[in-house]
């Protein structure tokens, strides 16, 4: 919301019409600060009215007032600072560069740019006062560039976050059951997936084992010093519409009891919670006593799809520890973290007046 004027701010979705797209529609539906003005795709779909285009996919209908409007190129002129992209990776990487030349806030989905030296990998909760590497972008016209991280990324850093703080993480070992929307639309074929798992998913192994020493790092004289930790992933698709379960394996620095851990998962918040953005969960960790919990189809949305779950804490020896974490993947591992994002940067003073 401006200050001045108590008018919405304006932004604009690049990708509007693919899964991460239309999930940025309906979260910012009744969004307290934005207004979603520009809708950008590709050329099979510029120059039509969203409703014509679009494969909804999201539970409820297209928002009125967006299924009127008309879809544009993805060529930066749109009338906002703001722009969230949910753009294929094939063309995100220029498309983004383009927009944030021309002055705008690019809020990407996309790897292209994640581990660039002077781009902020963002969790708020985890590691916010990375968002000062924009201060080190040389776009131009005063445009920048913040990522979210990997959606199987995202559980999995700000679980290890508060352990990472007090215990030290030396080593991670994961195993990933990833949901069928994580593969975008039409994704994977039903043939291939019903009644199957299928124990490979392109260039995903790498992201995960990468972007956590990104994230965990420590921010150093305008620079991220990577965490040392060593992550090892296996990564896996299941026949599951939303939310990433992953299976950890971690081996801590210093000997703790399981209370003591639990203790400082239930105890962690961040700049979100303290801030109160709109997107905030209250707790950005739940955890489940319960051993069956979480679950994918129960526990995804829970705090409206912000909020990681964790379950099945166990002590397995030689300071190592197993559990489970998960998170939706299309909401706080894409548009909804990338809306908080957003938030986190406009309370920090990155929103220029114009
Ligand atoms: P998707 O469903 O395939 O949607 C891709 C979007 O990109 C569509 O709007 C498409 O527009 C647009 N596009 C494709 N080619 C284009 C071009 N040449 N010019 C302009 N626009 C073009 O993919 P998604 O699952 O939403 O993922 C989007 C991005 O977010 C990807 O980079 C993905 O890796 C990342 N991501 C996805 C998830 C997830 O859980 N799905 C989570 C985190 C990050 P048309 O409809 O006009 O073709």
């Known amino acids: 919301m401006n200050k001045e004027n108590n008018k919405k701010i304006p932004v604009g979705i690049l990708g509007a019409t693919g899964m991460v797209g239309q999930k940025f529609i309906k979260l910012l539906e009744n969004h307290p600060w934005f207004e979603i003005v520009a809708l950008g795709a590709s050329s099979r779909s510029a120059g039509k009215m969203y409703g014509e285009v679009v494969n909804w996919q999201v539970d409820g209908a297209i928002p009125q007032i967006i299924a009127k409007m008309k879809v544009q190129s993805c060529e930066p002129k749109y009338p906002c600072q703001i722009v969230f992209s949910g753009l294929d990776s094939s063309v995100a990487g220029e498309i983004e560069n383009a927009f944030a030349n021309a002055g705008h806030l ?18 708020p909760e985890v590691n916010a006062d990375h968002i ?7 776009f131009s016209n005063g445009g920048a560039i913040v990522t979210n991280p990997n959606c199987s990324v995202v559980g999995l850093a700000t679980a290890l976050k508060p352990l990472d703080d007090i215990f030290s993480v030396k080593a991670v070992d994961v195993v990933t059951l990833q949901a069928l929307s994580g593969a975008g639309y039409p994704g994977v074929p039903s043939m291939d997936i019903l009644n199957n798992v299928i124990p490979y998913i392109h ?37 599951v519409i939303d939310g990433h379960l992953e299976c950890v394996t971690l081996t801590l620095g210093q000997k703790t009891s399981k209370d003591k851990i639990l203790d400082a998962w239930k105890e962690f918040s961040g700049e979100p919670q303290k801030l109160k953005l709109p997107s905030a969960p209250n707790n950005p960790i739940v955890y489940f006593e319960d051993p069956r919990y979480p679950q994918p189809r129960r526990h995804s949305n829970l705090e409206r799809g912000m909020a990681v779950s964790t379950g099945r804490l166990r002590e397995v020896g030689d300071g190592r520890w197993k559990f489970i974490v998960l998170s939706h993947n299309t909401i706080r591992g894409a548009a909804g973290g990338a809306i908080l994002n957003a938030e986190i940067l406009i309370k920090k003073g990155y929103l220029r007046d114009e």
């Open 132 to 138: 000062e590497l924009i201060k080190t972008q040389s």
């Open 203 to 239: 260039d995903e192994e790498d992201k995960v084992e990468t972007e956590p020493q990104k994230i965990l790092g420590c921010f150093n004289d305008g620079k991220v010093d990577y965490h040392p930790m060593k992550v090892s992933a296996q990564c896996t698709r299941v026949p």
């Open 106 to 123: 690019v809020i990407s989905n996309s790897k292209n740019h994640r581990m660039g030296t002077s781009i902020p990998l963002l969790i």
